[in-house]
């Protein structure tokens, strides 16, 4: 994260904590209580993106984690129909080659279960009008070919590594944004609402709204609340 994103996600926390201290002050007004949650569902997003986004090793793990069921499940699937028309149809030699179960798939390395999806998707695309009668369309055969190549590029780990990073950097970016946006449009004119009311609440929250810039400078920038 930038120093300015790391300001403006303390400033986020900061404002969610006074909003939760004074939970009382707007507990008879429905749309603050889904308000609330928004906020601290996209700091939850931006802490875990800033996460990944630091350790993108993780992030490529888990990609290649997500990515390597999704192939086994296909492959299998595919391989099941497979099997079936090699059986109706007395071929032994592509029974032989799609004759394997879900934990046959489940023990494979990587780099094994990405070249046994793709000699799925190979007999699959040979046998493709045959297969038709058994529900097998070109779109399914696609997907499991276009999944097994994000699956072998997910083993090259420093390529991964780099995408990982990239996408977490982005959604840093989209989620501060996103609360940012709820906050000027939303919570400002709300707790601007509310004092009269609650004046300890609103002042609270307008301190909490100034951005402090932690760098050298320790200058104090408001978010221009709109209260």
């Known amino acids: 994260m930038t120093d300015r ?12 904590t006074v909003i939760d201290d004074h939970a009382d002050a707007w507990a008879a007004i429905p ?36 990515l390597r069921t999704h192939v086994r499940d296909a492959a299998w699937t595919l391989a099941a129909a497979l099997q079936a028309w090699a059986a109706d149809t007395d071929r032994p030699d592509v029974a032989a080659q799609a004759d394997f179960s879900p934990s046959d798939l489940i023990q494979l390395r ?29 779109p399914e ?14 083993l090259s780990t420093p390529r991964a590594a780099i995408v990982a990073r990239s996408r977490a950097t982005a959604e840093i970016a989209i ?6 946006r709820l906050l000027r ?33 320790g200058d104090r920038s408001p978010d221009a609340p709109n209260m």
Request: cysteine-free; proline content about 4%.
């Open 110 to 138: 990587d780099a094994a279960l990405a070249d046994q999806s793709e000699l799925i998707v190979d007999l699959a695309r040979t046998h493709a009008p045959d297969l038709a009668d058994y529900g097998v369309l070109p």
């Open 5 to 16: 994103q790391t300001d403006r996600l303390d400033m986020l926390r900061a404002t969610l």
């Open 31 to 66: 749309v603050m209580a889904r308000y609330r949650d928004d906020l601290s569902t996209a700091i939850d997003r931006v802490r875990d993106a800033a996460q990944r986004q630091a350790d993108p090793a993780s992030a490529v793990t888990a990609v290649k984690d997500q």
């Open 141 to 154: 055969i696609d997907a499991l070919d276009a999944l097994d190549d994000q699956f072998a590029d997910a």
């Open 185 to 217: 449009g939303s919570l400002d004119p709300m707790v601007a609402r509310l004092t009269a009311s609650s004046p300890d609440f609103a002042r609270e929250y307008r301190t909490a709204r100034i951005i402090i810039d932690r760098g050298i400078t």
């Open 175 to 180: 989620e501060i944004r996103n609360a940012t």
